[in-house]
């Protein structure tokens, strides 16, 4: 089981690397800026951490070196060269591939509440890393959050999930 105690990466980022982006950046910078700092921060959340090239990509997708769709791609193609993963390399390659997937999903204008969109979200960020990805859970789940200082937090009940999402359509 992974241990952030443990974890060679912790305090590896003090501040937001893309800060100057979001404070200083042209309009475009200052989205990407925006978009990636949050898909890291997400990952945080679950105390995952990127890795190094990460970072590096994400820099020059914002200076406009290569686009976010590049990127993901260079992500992908990083870890696909890698044949041994520690476990801490797979939570890492983990962060890196669904960070880069968020700001993918951030970096479009095309985004709706629905459904579908969520499935489809949850497909387009878990694809080749979980077996479930796309799938409503039929499985209720509990996590300990670091963040809420070892609170659980409170997951919707699995039989409820299609139903909520219905509804939520509807709206």
């Given at each position: 089981?992974?241990?952030?105690?443990?974890?060679?990466?912790?305090?590896?980022?003090k501040?937001?690397?893309?800060?100057?982006?979001?404070?200083e950046?042209s309009?475009s910078?200052?989205?990407?800026?925006?978009?990636?700092?949050?898909?890291?921060g997400?990952q945080?959340?679950?105390?995952?951490?990127?890795?190094?090239?990460?970072?590096?990509?994400?820099?020059?997708?914002i200076?406009?070196?290569?686009?976010v769709d590049?990127?993901?791609?260079?992500?992908?193609?990083?870890y696909e060269k890698?044949?041994e993963?520690?476990?801490?390399?797979s939570?890492?390659?983990?962060?890196d591939k669904?960070?880069?997937?968020?700001?993918?999903?951030?970096s479009?204008?095309a985004?709706?509440?629905?459904p579908?969109?969520?499935?489809?979200i949850?497909?387009?960020?878990?694809k080749?890393i979980?077996s479930?990805?796309?799938?409503?859970?039929?499985?209720?789940i509990?996590?300990?959050?670091?963040?809420l200082?070892?609170?659980?937090?409170?997951?919707?009940?699995?039989?409820?999930?299609?139903?909520?999402?219905k509804?939520?359509h509807?709206?």
């Amino acid at each position: 089981m992974y241990d952030i105690k443990n974890d060679p990466f912790e305090n590896y980022i003090k501040e937001d690397p893309f800060k100057e982006y979001i404070k200083e950046g042209s309009p475009s910078q200052k989205e990407l800026g925006n978009a990636w700092s949050a898909a890291i921060g997400l990952q945080d959340v679950d105390g995952l951490r990127p890795s190094e090239y990460l970072y590096d990509t994400a820099k020059k997708n914002i200076d406009g070196e290569i686009t976010v769709d590049e990127a993901a791609d260079l992500i992908n193609t990083y870890y696909e060269k890698k044949d041994e993963r520690t476990e801490i390399e797979s939570r890492t390659e983990e962060a890196d591939k669904v960070s880069a997937r968020i700001a993918q999903i951030l970096s479009t204008d095309a985004f709706t509440f629905s459904p579908v969109q969520y499935i489809s979200i949850h497909k387009e960020l878990f694809k080749g890393i979980y077996s479930h990805a796309g799938k409503i859970r039929d499985y209720n789940i509990t996590k300990k959050e670091w963040v809420l200082d070892g609170d659980t937090v409170s997951y919707g009940h699995a039989l409820d999930l299609k139903e909520t999402l219905k509804k939520l359509h509807s709206l």
